[in-house]
């Protein structure tokens, strides 16, 4: 069975790129708007990983992942992708649980998928 | 933002007493212009003073009159001599015993008393004019020697006595002024039975206002340091007002660039996933020129990458919280995977890269890799760069004492000789590079050195312009 992704990207143009490549890539893809959206569908899908940017409307990126860190969804593997390039940025999100920090503008999607691979398989 | 104006108005009075305390010789100059509004000040209150003293003045005057009059009245009889001297003794109690006797002058005109004291029973001669019959005071009567063989006590205290005949012309005292007019208290008194007038002078106002002149300089250093601390509060508050506005300025410049940056970012990086996925062929094969065309695209974007990440860096590097995390690290290591993340951009380029290093182990050094790195990436960079087709670009570690040396040499383009001193400053770019229009903006020397810094190095270039340049960065051993 196809394992499930879920995408958390406000940006409209990056979260098609993302659904796009992953689907190609034979995943099954679930996608949200905001953290809050992500929450929900994390609970009721379960997916096996998180995509997960930071600067999202509603309820941001650290604040999902504080959310997720006492519920069982806290086994999920998450990858950040952000804009957010900062030390202290990327510190705090690898400290929230996440398994892996992305600058967008410093990878490429074949990096990702890599990245992707690794942790799913 | 209250609270800060609070601790700017303690910050500012606190530094106005401070600077009050540490110059008061400053005030000087200024006491002058003071003192002469306290000089109306001190007058009033002797004025008021005054009043008062006037009254006790009067007292005295009268009871000194009182004196006048007796001896005025003595009578010109030879049997009035014996009520004279019985008066002087009443008053004077510390006389033993006053005989009046007449004078060398015509014995009815005069009589001279020898007066002796008790203690030490010196003579003291006493003029007494005495008059006979038909006696006419105006002419024949020297109070002035009355008034002071009998009261030479109350004369010390009351400064000045003159008196005055009815019309108004000098019987006795002085004419000579004591001091300036206002200063001097007067008090007049009839002389019953005479119509003379008896004119007392108190130079009890001069007395206050020296007494005053204490409270006047203490009122002068209280208004003039008043003003002073005022003055000085004003101007410290003002000062820290704007060290605090230039701070929240300065704070709100870096949000905002830092805001700008990532959203730049955003759009930056969507357009390169998406040129990416193409160039992957992600969406099905691409023709050579399609792929051609789009490489440029990816690399301009990449250019652009680069400027936000170098801006933001830098905005970083200037607010001094760049955040270096200094760990031990094999250079030869780092090197090496340096050099080999370059490979693909050298053969592109047509760039023969080379690394070269001693065999021997080295030992490790304390650095930040990754700051080290972005520098060394950009001395990389610029040497494959600014270099011609089938150039060479060599790295090379060494450690020489006790410091290590990366140097960088490139057979670029090079650097203009006399823009060598401008080399690693913000925004600097060389005239040739600009003119070969190869794409940069300036920044990364500028980063580099910072960096470089930062380790407590150095970082020198020498070039020769058209044969290329050698970058040469001295990390001390720690």
Do not use: C
Request: glycine share 6%; aromatic share 8%.
């Amino acid at each position: 069975m196809a394992k499930i992704i879920l995408v958390i990207e406000d940006d409209k143009y990056m979260r098609e790129i993302l659904v796009e490549k992953l689907k190609k890539e034979g995943y099954q893809v679930l996608e949200a708007v905001d953290g809050e959206t992500g929450f929900k569908l994390t609970t009721n899908h379960h997916p096996d990983l998180i995509i997960l940017d930071i600067i999202l409307p509603v309820v941001n990126g650290f604040e999902y992942l504080e959310r997720i860190k006492n519920t069982d969804a806290s086994k999920i593997p998450v990858l950040i992708l952000s804009n957010l390039g900062q030390k202290e940025d990327i510190d705090r999100g690898l400290e929230l649980g996440a398994k892996d920090y992305i600058v967008k503008a410093h990878f490429t999607p074949n990096d990702l998928m890599g990245k992707v691979r690794a942790l799913v398989g | 933002m209250s609270r800060e104006r609070l601790y700017i108005w303690i910050l500012a009075i606190a530094g106005g007493l401070i600077f009050i305390f540490s110059n008061l010789f400053w005030l000087l100059p200024f006491i002058e212009d003071v003192e002469r509004a306290a000089e109306r000040y001190q007058l009033e209150i002797a004025r008021r003073v005054s009043t008062q003293t006037q009254f006790f003045l009067e007292k005295r005057l009268r009871e000194l009159s009182l004196l006048v009059v007796d001896i005025l009245e003595v009578n010109v009889q030879r049997a009035a001599v014996e009520k004279i001297e019985k008066k002087f003794l009443e008053r004077h109690p510390e006389f033993l015993t006053v005989s009046l006797t007449p004078s060398q002058l015509p014995p009815d005109q005069y009589f001279l008393g020898p007066v002796e004291r008790q203690q030490d029973l010196k003579t003291i001669l006493i003029k007494v004019p005495l008059i006979y019959a038909d006696f006419d005071l105006k002419t024949v009567v020297d109070l002035s020697e009355v008034v002071a063989a009998v009261s030479q006590e109350r004369i010390g205290r009351l400064g000045r006595v003159r008196i005055f005949d009815g019309q108004g012309n000098l019987v006795v005292g002085e004419t000579r002024e004591l001091g300036p007019p206002g200063k001097i208290l007067t008090a007049t008194i009839a002389v019953p039975g005479l119509g003379w007038q008896v004119l007392v002078e108190d130079p009890i106002i001069e007395a206050h206002a020296n007494k005053f002149k204490a409270i006047r300089l203490a009122a002068i250093l209280i208004l003039v340091g008043m003003a002073f601390v005022a003055i000085l509060v004003w101007s410290f508050r003002k000062i820290l007002m704007i060290a605090l506005r230039e701070r929240q300025l300065h704070r709100a410049k870096s949000e905002y660039l830092a805001l700008m940056a990532h959203q730049l970012r955003t759009p930056l990086a969507a357009t390169k996933w998406n040129i990416k996925t193409l160039l992957d062929a992600d969406w099905g094969p691409l023709t050579k020129k399609q792929k051609k065309f789009l490489e440029r695209s990816y690399e301009s974007n990449e250019q652009m990458v680069k400027l936000v990440d170098d801006l933001l860096n830098i905005i970083r590097i200037e607010e001094g919280r760049f955040g270096y995390k200094f760990v031990k690290t094999d250079l030869a290591q780092l090197l090496e995977k340096l050099v080999t993340g370059f490979r693909q951009q050298a053969k592109q380029a047509r760039v023969v890269l080379f690394f070269r290093r001693s065999k021997k182990p080295l030992p490790k050094v304390s650095v930040d890799p990754e700051k080290l790195n972005m520098a060394l990436s950009n001395l990389l960079d610029n040497a494959i760069r600014y270099n011609h087709p089938q150039g060479k670009v060599e790295v090379n570690l060494e450690k020489i004492n006790n410091q290590f040396r990366i140097a960088v040499k490139d057979t670029g383009v090079g650097i203009p000789a006399k823009q060598m001193n401008r080399l690693f400053s913000k925004f600097f770019r060389a005239d040739n590079v600009v003119k070969l229009q190869v794409a940069g903006f300036g920044l990364g020397l500028y980063i580099v050195k910072n960096i470089i810094d930062r380790h407590g190095g150095q970082i020198a270039a020498e070039s020769k312009e058209g044969q290329g340049s050698i970058f040469t960065v001295v990390l001390p051993l720690r």
